[in-house]
């Protein structure tokens, strides 16, 4: 059972940077696969980004203005998101697969993220 723990959510103005970042229970290796979602108000939850290995993939919206990175020493993925729109609001949550060729099996909390114009 991988226990995912998000933080660095906040409240920002439209233009800024935050940092998320997700710290797992366990050792993560290449093989798993980690990602992120959101879920506004009111909206079904969205992926953002993911990572398996040495690849990442990101949604359209967010492509060009966030990073996700992993430190499989520390447990952690990070995703950095500069450039930041109110439309990026919502709540943030980290996901994890054992394997990469699975779907995400464990959850994060979710962490705030507010963008204000």
């Known amino acids: 059972q991988v226990q995912l723990v998000e933080s660095g959510g906040g409240l920002v103005q439209a233009g800024g940077s935050l940092r998320l970042s997700c710290a797992a229970s366990?050792?993560?290796?290449?093989?798993?696969?980690m990602g992120w979602f959101r879920q506004a108000p009111g909206k079904e939850r969205e992926f953002v980004a993911e990572?398996?290995?040495?690849?990442?993939y990101y949604a359209t919206s967010v492509k060009g203005r966030f990073t996700i990175s992993r430190d499989n020493v520390k447990n952690t993925v990070d995703l950095q998101m500069n450039s930041l729109k109110p439309e990026d609001s919502g709540v943030y949550y980290c996901?994890?697969?054992?394997?990469?060729?699975?779907?995400?099996?464990?959850w994060g909390q979710g962490t705030q993220v507010t963008v204000s114009s």
């Open positions: 990572t398996a290995w040495s690849a990442r």
């Open positions: 996901a994890a697969a054992i394997n990469a060729g699975t779907p995400f099996t464990y």
């Open positions: 366990e050792r993560t290796h290449n093989s798993y696969r």
